[in-house]
T-cell receptor, first 116, second 114 residues
Framework: ETGVTQTPRHLVMGMTNKKSLKCEQH?????MYWYKQSAKKPLELMFV???????ENNSVPSRFSPECPNSSHLFLHLHTLQPEDSALYLC???????????????FGPGTRLTVT | TQLLEQSPQFLSIQEGENLTVYCNSS?????LQWYRQEPGEGPVLLVT?????EVKKLKRLTFQFGDARKDSSLHITAAQPGDTGLYLC??????????????FGQGTILTVHP
């Protein structure tokens, strides 16, 4: 596997279900990100992990719970979601250098989530 | 809060035409990236520009970073149906405290008709 992979690619879940999204990066990067992409909206940054430590939580509801066990893996645990949470969830990774600056993020293919 | 205004939002043209997409901000960025995204897939990095005034070419695509590092443009020459997709610009914070955060524009949906 190369680049950034995400599983599953598609997920349909009810509002009472619990599920997890998985992301794995094979680029040796030290930072990973979760984004939400809804129709007609810009990409919304949800969480940032740098060296496995969460450095950003953009006021995301607690029904989304991230986990980063190491610098290559990132999970997004989902529970009691709402229909408006239906979206494409994208994972990305980058190499963050001096003073927190990184130039490029590499994205996975995304998980298309539908909440019924 | 940094903002990136991307225009136009929608572009529908015929094969062979030229087009330009703009990305503007009042903030300075340490670098700016352009991505292309196809439906149901993640954005794919096209180019990164770092130096003010920098111009990069990728086949029929020309990318320019403004002198003040606040704006950028993407010009496509002789567009092809294969260029169809969502084009996103993203700026990296020049402040250095953002741990690699990017500010994304709203995107430009380009449709090239045969």
């Amino acid at each position: 596997e190369t680049g950034v992979t995400q599983t599953p690619r598609h997920l349909v879940m009810g509002m009472t279900n619990k599920k997890s999204l998985k992301c794995e990066q094979h680029l040796g990067h030290n930072a990973m990100y979760w984004y939400k992409q809804s129709a007609k909206k810009p990409l919304e940054l949800m969480f940032v992990y740098n060296f496995k430590e969460q450095t950003e939580n953009n006021s995301v509801p607690s029904r989304f719970s991230p986990e980063c066990p190491n610098s290559s893996h990132l999970f997004l645990h989902l529970h009691t979601l709402q229909p408006e949470d239906s979206a494409l969830y994208l994972c990305a990774s980058s190499q963050v250098g001096f003073r927190g600056i990184s130039y490029e993020q590499y994205f996975g293919p995304g998980t298309r989530l539908t909440v019924t | 809060t940094q903002l990136l205004e991307q225009s136009p939002q929608f572009l529908s043209i015929q094969e062979g035409e030229n087009l330009t997409v703009y990305c503007n901000s009042s903030s300075v960025f340490s670098s700016l990236q352009w991505y292309r995204q196809e439906p149901g897939e993640g954005p794919v990095l096209l180019v990164t520009v770092v130096t003010g005034g920098e111009v990069k070419k990728l086949k029929r695509l020309t990318f320019q970073f403004g002198d003040a590092r606040k704006d950028s443009s993407l010009h496509i020459t002789a567009a092809q149906p294969g260029d169809t997709g969502l084009y996103l610009c993203a700026g990296a914070d020049a402040g250095g405290t953002s741990y690699g955060k990017l500010t994304f524009g709203q995107g430009t949906i380009l449709t090239v008709h045969p």
